[in-house]
């Protein structure tokens, strides 16, 4: 689906999800059979993709039959919808021994996700996202959270049923705050010590039952660089696929510039003027590393040095 909004990367997913064809195992059925349906394979997490003649990378599309062959089953294959009229399946592989050695050497190769994000066309990107967050998804749910017996894969993969006390399950998404926190001209950035050397980033925590999007930020923001925010503003969000979260991307003004680092989760804070803010996009502020693009945090920053 093609919205006219700021797009992370990750979102964008052009698939049509067709929802409510995902019931009818019959439909499924014919769609897997078709010579036109189209498949995409992850390994371990991994994407399978193909270099183009301009140098660059994509998804390496099979045969929708060779990915049902290679599922064994309906256990490990997923319906992810339709490109116009071509139904899209993933599989997903798993074990040791890489596939691209395999039954589909020759085919393409398999790729981590985060090395070849900005790489893949961003439509492609956010395919893999889905199928791999999918996948995740399913390795660990294979049981019922209400009974503890094996749980059964229905809907085209969307869904799970456990076939002793009769409970559906459905894929969850954590719903994580994301925080560019400013005051007068200068942002924030905190830092943690398992991060590599100079890495500042934006603040990020999980959202809670009961909170607001705005008070998971107020929270966040005082438990780890005890600030006090005065006001939260939207600015997008990202599907991150590690394994399973929303990140929610806000622009927090804060009270003042008293915070100091829990030394929990943060180790360091620090702040920064809008010309710095460039020069850290950029990568020209000495010591210092920001996130790359493909992340969020990156977004929100560059959104704020940006402002006039």
Request: negative net charge; hydrophobic residues 40%; glycine residues 8%.
């Amino acid at each position: 689906m093609s919205l006219s909004f700021f797009q992370n990367t990750f979102a964008g997913n052009p698939l049509d999800r067709a929802s409510d064809r995902r019931s009818n195992a019959d439909w499924i059925a014919e769609q897997l059979a078709s010579p036109d349906s189209l498949g995409v394979a992850v390994w371990n997490g991994r994407p399978f993709i193909e270099k183009t003649k301009d140098g660059g990378v994509q998804i390496a599309y099979l045969p929708a039959k060779l990915a049902s062959d290679l599922a064994g089953g309906p256990e490990r294959l997923l319906f992810m919808g339709l490109w116009k009229e071509t139904a899209i399946f993933a599989v997903d592989m798993e074990g040791e021994a890489d596939p691209g050695q395999g039954p589909l050497q020759g085919l393409g190769e398999f790729k981590d996700l985060r090395q070849i994000a900005l790489q893949l066309p961003p439509t492609d990107a956010a395919i893999m996202a889905t199928a791999k967050q999918m996948f995740e998804w399913r390795r660990r749910h294979a049981y019922c959270a209400n009974c503890g017996q094996p749980s059964q894969t229905m809907d085209g993969g969307w869904k799970r049923r456990c076939p002793s006390c009769k409970v559906e399950h459905f894929p969850r998404t954590d719903p994580v705050v994301i925080m560019l926190a400013y005051h007068g001209e200068r942002c924030m950035l905190g830092r943690q010590e398992m991060w590599p050397k100079g890495m500042f980033s934006a603040l990020a925590g999980f959202l809670e039952p009961g909170e607001s999007i705005e008070e998971a930020c107020a929270r966040e923001l005082n438990e780890e660089a005890g600030l006090h925010t005065r006001q939260v503003r939207y600015h997008s969000t990202q599907p991150w696929p590690y394994p399973s979260s929303l990140m929610i991307g806000l622009i927090a003004e804060v009270e003042d510039e008293e915070g100091a680092p829990d030394q929990s989760e943060l180790s360091e804070i620090r702040w920064f003027t809008r010309d710095e803010a460039r020069l850290l996009l950029k990568g020209e502020l000495p010591d210092v590393l920001t996130p790359s693009p493909m992340a969020i945090a990156h977004q929100l920053i560059r959104a704020w040095a940006e402002e006039s």
